[in-house]
Each structure stands twice: as C-alpha cells, then as structure tokens.
C-alpha cells in the first residue's frame, strides 16, 4: 500500500461547481498535510497547508483533515476555468523528517 | 513570497550528451535545496537532496554519478544529467523549503528534457 494514495481523475466539472479532491494516506506519523496546485509543465504551488485536524479556509479553497479516519480534502467552491490544473496533496512527519510525500495528483478540469 | 527560479525550462540534447539544470533561490538562502523528477500524470519523485557545502543524499535506486548534484553556495544547487539517453527524459523540478519556518516548499518551474 501506497504511504499516500490519490486518484489521478480527470475530474471533469461545470463552472460553478464545487470541486471535492481526497487523498488518503496510510501513516499515523504524519503530522502536516499540504495540497498544490500544478499547471501543465509547470512546477507546484503551494494552496494551503495545515497541522491539525479540522477545517482551515483561504476565499474560495478549504482544506479539511480528518486523522482518524486518515482521510484530507481540498474543497473549491465556486470552481473557474482558471482552476484548470493537477492537485497534488503532500503530507509529512515533521520535525528532522521534513521532506513531504506526494500524491500521484489529480487533474481538474472545470468546462464553461 | 519566496521564489526559486529553474534554468532551462526546456532542453533538447543528443543522446550521449550532459546537461546541467541549475535552481536558484531568489532573495533568501537555501541550505536544502530538493531535485524531483516527474514523469507524465504521475507523481513528483524525490530524486536527491542537495545540502550546501556537502554531499547530495540521494534516494534509493538514483544512480549518483548519473544524476550530479552540486550545491556550491547558499542560493544555487544545479543538477547534471551525465551521459543523457532518452529514458531519462522527463520533467526535473527543483525545491526549496519556504523561509518563513512552516513546512511548505516552492519549488521552481521544471526543466523538460528531451533526449533524442
């Protein structure tokens, strides 16, 4: 089993749409969990990234981490052609074991 | 923000051929600095880490004198792809971990290689 398990889509949605993207992950050591955004050919970028379990909230993007169940969501509401891209999720064990783990990414197609 | 810039996005070289891949930290210093490889639809895959003033480590199963790693100053790391062939083809990206003390990177916008 894969330390962090993502499914590649596409994910195809009208604009508009609330987009819902997962990631599950298999350690209970991991302590941080990020999501970035990549366009094609393009090199990540950080959305957001949090501690805890729970929810934490940038205008449009909620990231949401349930620990228990080892189980994060990327939530976008009101979803724009510019969202168009690969999500990857990134999770970590902090302290001297920075270097996160990615997921495969998903890509993210919202339509006009 | 922090920015790492990555020089060349794009190069096609000759089968046979090195090409040197070079990361930059712009306005902050990197000690770390990160080389991922990326094939398409798939995930990022840590090749190396690349520590100023010392040796890479690299991960499991990259092979050290393919894949060169030099880290001479604090905001510079560059990657050498000795002796190229088309399997290694791919997109390199380059990180670093951001300054202000959390546990995000940025990372710089891949170089695509073409090996003919």
């Known amino acids: 089993q894969k330390e962090v398990e993502q499914d590649p889509g596409p994910l195809s949605v009208p604009e508009g749409a609330i987009v819902s993207l997962n990631c599950t992950y298999s350690?209970?050591?991991?302590?941080?969990f990020m999501w970035y955004r990549q366009y094609s050919r393009k090199g990540p970028e950080l959305l957001m990234y949090?501690?805890?379990?729970g929810n934490k909230e940038d205008g449009r993007f909620t990231a949401q981490v349930d620990k228990s169940s080892k189980y994060i969501s990327l939530f976008i509401r009101d979803s724009q052609p510019s969202d168009s891209a690969t999500y990857l999720c990134?999770?970590?064990?902090?302290?001297?074991?920075?270097?996160?783990?990615f997921g495969r990414g998903t890509s993210l197609i919202v339509h006009p | 923000g922090a920015v790492v810039s990555q020089h060349p996005s794009r190069v096609i070289c000759k089968s046979g051929t090195s090409v040197k891949i070079e990361c930059r930290s712009l306005?902050?210093?990197?000690?770390?600095m990160f080389w991922y490889r990326q094939f398409p639809k798939q995930s990022l895959m840590l090749m190396a880490t690349?520590?100023?003033?010392?040796?890479?480590?690299?991960e499991q199963g990259v092979e050290k004198d393919k894949f060169l790693i030099n880290h001479a100053s604090l905001t510079l790391s560059t990657l050498t792809v000795a002796s190229a062939h088309p399997e290694d083809s791919s997109f390199y990206i380059c990180?670093?971990?951001?300054?202000?003390?959390?546990?995000?990177?940025?990372f710089g916008s891949g170089t695509r290689l073409t090996v003919v």
């Open positions: 990180s670093a971990r951001d300054p202000d003390g959390s546990y995000g990177y940025t």
């Open positions: 350690n209970s050591a991991f302590q941080y």
């Open positions: 949090t501690y805890s379990s």
């Open positions: 990134a999770i970590g064990k902090g302290g001297g074991s920075y270097i996160p783990t």
């Open positions: 306005d902050f210093q990197a000690t770390t």
């Open positions: 690349s520590n100023e003033g010392s040796k890479a480590t690299y």
